[in-house]
Nanobody, 125 residues
Framework: QVQLEESGGGSVQAGGSLRLSCVASGRVFSSYVMGWFRQAPGKEREFVAGISASGGIPTYADSVKGRFTISGDNAKNTVYLQMNSLKPEDTAIYYC??????????????????WGQGTQVIVSS
């Protein structure tokens, strides 16, 4: 059973930056994809960014391209989400997620197997 623990959320003003971290434990497969989703109040959970353990080019939602960067440290079983130029519309709970036995980044909630508890990000104008 994979466990994911996020950290790094908080409150910032528009234009500011935050870095989210997610530590994974209990992983069995060497092939996996890690991703970040977010859910704003009253909205569905949406894909933000994803990265494959095999490397390759990360995948981003159009709304965050050029502002967010996902990266991973396999030795530390950790994935990061660097968020720059934050906007009020980035306010949401951010969830770390993992898909086991996959190499290709998916963008749908149903493609992922494990989820963290989420970390709140609030961006004020």
């Amino acid at each position: 059973q994979v466990q994911l623990e996020e950290s790094g959320g908080g409150s910032v003003q528009a234009g500011g930056s935050l870095r989210l971290s997610c530590v994974a434990s209990g992983r069995v497969f060497s092939s996996y994809v890690m991703g970040w989703f977010r859910q704003a109040p009253g909205k569905e959970r949406e894909f933000v960014a994803g990265i494959s353990a095999s490397g390759g080019i990360p995948t981003y939602a159009d709304s965050v391209k050029g502002r967010f960067t996902i990266s991973g440290d396999n030795a530390k079983n950790t994935v990061y989400l660097q968020m720059n130029s934050l906007k009020p519309e980035d306010t949401a709970i951010y969830y770390c997620t993992e898909a086991q036995g996959r190499w290709v980044v998916g963008t749908e909630v149903g493609e992922y197997d494990y989820w963290g508890q989420g970390t709140q990000v609030i961006v004020s104008s």
